[in-house]
């Protein structure tokens, strides 16, 4: 297993990219090139839950964690991405203090957790390594609540006291939509939720994070955001497309 850095993720800057293509070649193309984590993409990706192993087995060749996000808090699902040897999970849509506690509770073994327990999977090397994996899942595996709303944002602080959350992550397209300009991260309201988030994390040892924007990197670093992603598979090939047509079709 290859689990996330703890100590970079209490202390560092810990640098992401989404993976929505559903393919185990971008994923092993992404995790050569250095990323500190990758996110493979199960909510809205194109990718599909039976080409998941895959992905997840081309990450492991590169040594770079692999989180995944899925639809909803949902236990059936967290014990199928986990078995199959995820870091950790992002759960979308997160609204309260409530529902990031359930994402805890089945995210991890018990007693902390309602996690089931299976020796013969792929996580544990099919049962190989299962005692160790027992002993250090619930403290190392992952677990990212994200903030898409401002409801979400107004309840950053409860969320992060949850123990066992370990990242806020904004959700900046759906926060901008829902405050009504979409695709705008500029306005003072969206700027202070923003913020919300990163005292929140401050206040009680967690990691702030969000998707950036290439311009926006550096603002959002400086304001205090450090388990940053940036970019997308299906994002990159668009854009060398669309680079590649342009210089051919130059006159």
């Known amino acids: 297993m ?3 850095d703890r100590q970079r993720l209490s202390s560092g800057v810990l640098a992401g990219t989404f ?3 559903g393919s ?17 993409d199960l909510e809205h990706g194109s990718g599909s839950f039976d080409a998941l192993r895959a992905q997840l087995l081309a990450a492991a060749a590169t040594a770079t964690p692999a989180i995944v996000r899925i639809p909803s808090v949902d236990a059936d699902l967290v014990k199928f991405v ?3 040897g995820a870091a950790g999970i992002m759960f979308p849509y997160v609204p309260d203090a409530a529902e990031a506690a359930r994402a805890v509770s089945i995210m991890k073994y018990p007693p902390t957790g309602v996690r089931g327990v299976a020796q013969v999977i792929r996580g544990t090397g099919y049962g190989r390594n299962w005692k160790q994996y027992l002993a250090e899942a619930n403290d190392r595996s992952l677990v990212i609540v994200q ?3 401002p409801e979400a944002a107004n309840h950053a602080d409860e969320m992060a006291q949850i123990p066992g959350v370990d990242v806020l992550f904004v959700g900046p397209m759906d926060l901008s939509v829902n405050l009504g300009h979409p695709g705008d991260f500029t306005p003072p309201q969206f700027i202070a939720h923003l913020n919300q988030v990163i005292e929140a994390c401050r206040r009680h040892g967690k990691c702030p994070g969000i998707l950036s924007r290439p311009e926006l990197v550096d603002v959002h670093r400086q304001m ?4 940053l992603a940036l970019g997308s598979d299906s994002g990159a090939i668009m854009q060398g497309m669309q680079q590649n047509v342009a210089a051919l079709r130059r006159t």
């Open 2 to 4: 290859h689990w996330i």
């Open 82 to 84: 986990m078995d199959s």
């Open 224 to 227: 205090g955001f450090r388990f």
């Open 147 to 149: 903030i898409e709303t």
């Open 19 to 21: 993976l929505n293509l």
């Open 24 to 40: 185990a070649t971008a994923v092993e193309i992404a995790g050569s090139c250095g990323f500190d984590w990758l996110l493979l």
